[in-house]
Protein backbone atom coordinates (compact mmCIF):
# COMPACT_ATOMS: atom_id res chain seq x y z
CA UNK A 1 0.00 0.00 0.00
CA UNK A 2 1.06 3.60 -0.65
CA UNK A 3 1.72 5.96 1.40
CA UNK A 4 -1.17 8.13 0.32
CA UNK A 5 -3.47 5.07 0.21
CA UNK A 6 -2.69 4.58 3.82
CA UNK A 7 -3.25 8.11 4.68
CA UNK A 8 -6.55 8.41 2.67
CA UNK A 9 -8.02 4.85 4.74
CA UNK A 10 -6.80 6.55 7.80
CA UNK A 11 -8.79 9.66 7.57
CA UNK A 12 -11.68 7.94 6.04
CA UNK A 13 -11.55 5.47 8.93
CA UNK A 14 -11.25 8.31 11.59
CA UNK A 15 -13.97 10.40 9.88
CA UNK A 16 -16.23 7.00 10.55
CA UNK A 17 -15.06 6.93 14.03
CA UNK A 18 -15.98 10.65 14.71
CA UNK A 19 -19.36 10.27 13.19
CA UNK A 20 -20.23 7.08 15.42
CA UNK A 21 -19.13 9.02 18.54
CA UNK A 22 -20.85 12.40 17.60
CA UNK A 23 -17.44 14.15 17.74
CA UNK A 24 -16.65 16.43 15.43
CA UNK A 25 -14.19 15.62 12.99
CA UNK A 26 -12.82 18.79 12.03
CA UNK A 27 -11.85 19.62 15.65
CA UNK A 28 -10.14 16.40 15.79
CA UNK A 29 -8.20 17.08 12.09
CA UNK A 30 -7.32 20.67 13.55
CA UNK A 31 -5.64 19.03 17.05
CA UNK A 32 -3.82 16.40 14.60
CA UNK A 33 -2.31 19.16 12.58
CA UNK A 34 -1.01 21.26 15.94
CA UNK A 35 0.29 17.80 17.33
CA UNK A 36 2.25 17.16 14.15
CA UNK A 37 4.05 21.26 13.72
CA UNK A 38 4.63 20.49 17.36
CA UNK A 39 6.62 17.76 16.76
CA UNK A 40 8.08 19.12 13.44
CA UNK A 41 9.67 22.01 15.39
CA UNK A 42 10.99 19.96 18.46
CA UNK A 43 12.65 18.20 16.10
CA UNK A 44 14.19 21.36 14.17
CA UNK A 45 14.79 22.89 17.38
CA UNK A 46 16.65 20.02 18.39
CA UNK A 47 19.63 19.79 15.37
CA UNK A 48 19.55 23.70 15.37
CA UNK A 49 20.59 23.45 18.79
CA UNK A 50 23.14 20.39 17.63
CA UNK A 51 24.27 22.92 14.65
CA UNK A 52 24.63 25.50 17.18
CA UNK A 53 26.93 23.51 19.73
CA UNK A 54 28.78 21.94 16.64
CA UNK A 55 29.59 25.97 15.57
CA UNK A 56 30.80 27.14 19.21
CA UNK A 57 32.96 24.08 19.59
CA UNK A 58 34.95 24.93 16.27
CA UNK A 59 35.15 29.04 17.34
CA UNK A 60 36.73 27.96 20.91
Given at each position: ???????????????????NKD??????????????????????????????????????
Amino acid sequence: MKIKETKILQSQRLKEICNNKDVSFESIEILLESVKTKKLLKRNNYHQQKINDIIEKALK
